[in-house]
């Protein structure tokens, strides 16, 4: 099992940035997609951005045009880089393998980010 472990999340000003990294424990070479996943207090975890081993890439209609995801093989990592950032983005931020995501155990802690008005 993948172990995740996000970073770089904090305190950010409305219209601010900051970029998100999550490390994995082994390869990803082989992983078709990975992805990055936002939880707001009090409401479900949803998907936001996807990239492929290729490098294709995928958003969530809220984050298109202000984040942008990337993934770096050599390094088994994958970054969220967030840009003009709103208050409504204020989320723990978590990444996963797109294809496990439905297992409870395939989860990291995740990353608080918290963007003040």
């Known amino acids: 099992q993948l172990q995740l472990k996000e970073s770089g999340g904090g305190l950010v000003q409305a219209g601010g940035s900051t970029r998100l990294s999550c490390a994995a424990s082994g390869s990803i070479l082989n992983i078709d997609r990975m992805g990055w996943y936002r939880q707001a207090p009090g409401k479900q975890r949803l998907f936001i951005a996807s990239?492929?081993?290729?490098?294709?890439?995928l958003y969530d209609y809220s984050v298109k045009g202000r984040f942008t995801i990337s993934r770096d093989n050599a390094k088994n990592t994958i970054y969220l880089q967030m840009n003009s950032l709103k208050p409504e983005d204020t989320a723990v931020y978590y990444c996963?393998?797109?294809?496990?995501?439905?297992?409870?155990?395939?989860w990291g802690q995740g990353t608080q980010v918290t963007v003040s008005s």
């Open positions: 996963n393998d797109v294809s496990t995501t439905w297992k409870s155990d395939s």
């Open positions: 990239v492929t081993r290729g490098g294709d890439t």
